[in-house]
């Protein structure tokens, strides 16, 4: 199995919802297997075995999970294949559901459980052919990029008033911020808040200098934590994250000074800390889903290293994972930004120039996330890379990202 989160903002940027796709055994390997499930003769839907084998907890914690269904698995006894509640799943189908008795009243019986549709891939020449389909869709996606969405958004404004427009396939903040100015879209689909902005006034904050300098101490080799207590001191809501953590390791003792808790934890949990509780900081003035985004790669990364024959470079990896996205917080191009940290030549190739040894796993995970199957199926193909192994190392990493936050 091959699963991965493609997230839905709203206008301010946050997220509300995230489509869950995913891939079942090697696209090379089954070319005519698609995400959804379409040889499998039982009718199961990838996604919802995925959610109710992990627990929708640990992929949204009050969130809707889009979940992609096909024409055949429709059918199936959805309600048995996952006890998530119906609200918090939306059922996303395309044109191969057609508009027909069967299907429309498929639609009805699964609509009265509680569940919602989402549709997508329709072209603009079908839309009133699937008005019966339409009518019962909660949500439809416009590839921005394939059609005149300002056309389709009045249209459906018109037409359907009660189903709810996704932007999708949006490359640049540009993009997203003409689209919100027009108005009329609930959610937004694309890589749009992965873009630094590098233009206008781009000075790094007092503050992010401080965690900055943070990072940098913390990743020297045998440093001191006196420097790294002093560089917390200076900002109350890390002085406020240590203690905490420090206090639950340590209830019967009573931490008398910062300089005091860093040397409860030593090196390797301040080093652990750290990486976290800055990445979140630093990521304040972002969306969400960037603070995610890093750690999620990070541990993703480290994860990965056994699985690409790479364990001696786990940590390395996962600094170039949390490093990834230091673009989009300092609003610098990469090779700026890590002129501000502590990072090695071989991070620095991998996220400048897709070089060196470090870049192959990059790529690997930027295919991933991004649910480009087949291009991932083929890396996997031809490093001989194990699937199940692949997907055990991004489910870590969601458990491990929800366990952090949760604490």
């Avoid at 070319?31 to 040889?39: A, D, H, I, K, M």
């Avoid at 498929?106 to 008005?131: C, H, N, T, W």
């Avoid at 009660?162 to 937004?188: D, R, S």
């Avoid at 120039?353 to 991004?370: R, T």
Wanted: glycine share 4%; with cysteine; proline share 3%.
């Amino acid at each position: 199995m091959l699963a991965t989160l493609i997230p839905l903002f709203d206008e301010n940027m946050s997220v509300k919802a995230y489509s869950l796709f995913s891939q079942k055994n090697n696209y090379f390997l089954q070319p005519s297997y698609t995400s959804t499930g379409l040889l499998d003769g039982a009718g199961r839907i990838n996604g919802l075995e995925i959610i109710d084998s992990m627990g929708i907890e640990t992929l949204s914690t009050d969130k809707e999970i889009f979940v992609p269904i096909n024409n055949i698995a429709i059918f199936s006894d959805i309600s048995e294949q996952c006890k998530a509640p119906h609200e918090r799943i939306v059922l996303l189908i395309d044109n191969s559901v057609i508009p027909n008795d069967m299907y429309i009243n498929r639609m009805k019986e699964l609509k009265s459980q509680g569940y919602r549709f989402a549709i997508r891939k329709l072209p603009v020449a079908s839309f009133e052919d699937y008005r019966q389909v339409l009518l019962l869709c909660d949500y439809i996606f416009l590839n921005h990029q394939k059609i005149d969405i300002t056309k389709a958004q009045i249209y459906f404004t018109k037409i359907y008033p009660n189903i709810k427009l996704i932007a999708g396939n949006i490359k640049t903040t540009e993009e997203f911020e003409q689209l919100k100015a027009n108005g009329g879209y609930t959610f937004y689909e694309g890589e749009f808040y992965r873009t630094p902005v590098t233009q206008g006034e781009t000075d790094v904050s007092p503050l992010k200098i401080n965690y900055i300098q943070l990072l940098n101490i913390v990743n020297e080799e045998n440093f001191d934590l006196t420097d790294a207590a002093d560089v917390i001191g200076r900002d109350t809501a890390l002085v406020i994250s240590l203690l905490k953590i420090v206090n639950r390791m340590s209830i019967n003792s009573e931490i008398t000074s910062i300089r005091h808790a860093t040397a409860m934890l030593g090196q390797r949990e301040l080093k652990k800390w750290t990486t976290t509780a800055v990445t979140k900081q630093l990521c304040l003035d972002k969306p969400n889903e960037v603070t995610r985004l890093s750690l999620l790669r990070a541990k993703f990364a480290e994860n990965l290293a056994p699985v690409l024959s790479m364990a001696i470079k786990s940590q390395e990896l996962f600094l170039m994972g949390l490093f990834s996205v230091l673009d989009i917080i300092l609003d610098k191009p990469m090779d700026e930004a890590l002129d501000m940290v502590i990072v090695s030549k071989d991070i620095r190739k991998a996220l400048v120039d897709h070089s060196g040894p470090l870049a192959s796993a990059y790529n690997f995970i930027l295919q991933y996330e991004n649910a480009n199957w087949q291009e991932v199926s083929r890396l996997m193909l031809v490093d001989n890379i194990d699937m199940d192994r692949v997907y055990n190392a991004y489910c870590d990493a969601l458990k491990w990202y929800r366990k952090i936050f949760s604490e």
